[in-house]
């Protein structure tokens, strides 16, 4: 089945359906990112189309929607899009390992984990700075730019 499922994936029409697909649902993300009819039905699509084991032709990458909805993320802060990231990491997590994505997708999955990190400690610092320090953090460069952040959600409050 999953043989079938890679052969339909790559047939041209098939790829050139997914592409606009995906403009498409940028298309509305972007224009629509705090309307929260449109990002309710965006949720449901990606739900639905990142579940199946097995791909489908009106399901998109993970990876791309994971970029896609921290954009919106941005545009728009809200749990909505916040749990739509947490979800695709989540499906990502479980169809590939570290080991098993090139660097570049490493750095494309850590930027939305950064810009959703951003969002919820700009719009609810205290709450995450009391929960962050409530964990150590080790000494790495990545860690002392956290501390600050932490810092500043506190002094802003």
Do not use: K
């Amino acid at each position: 089945m999953r043989d079938s499922a890679t052969r339909l994936l790559s047939d041209p029409r098939i790829v050139d359906m997914r592409s606009r697909l995906a403009l498409a649902i940028e298309g509305a993300a972007r224009a629509w990112a705090a309307d929260m009819e449109v990002v309710g039905a965006l949720s449901e699509y990606i739900r639905a189309s990142t579940s199946d084991a097995v791909p489908s032709p009106l399901g998109l990458d993970s990876l791309a929607l994971l970029g896609l909805a921290s954009s919106a993320l941005q545009l728009a802060p809200n749990s909505v899009w916040l749990a739509i990231e947490g979800q695709l990491l989540a499906r990502l997590a479980r169809s590939r390992t570290d080991a098993e994505m090139r660097e570049d997708e490493l750095v494309e999955v850590a930027r939305p984990v950064e810009v959703a990190l951003n969002v919820v400690l700009s719009t609810h610092g205290d709450i995450a700075g009391a929960f962050l320090l409530s964990f150590p953090l080790s000494c790495s460069s990545s860690s002392s730019a956290l501390e600050a952040r932490v810092v500043t959600a506190r002094a802003c409050r």
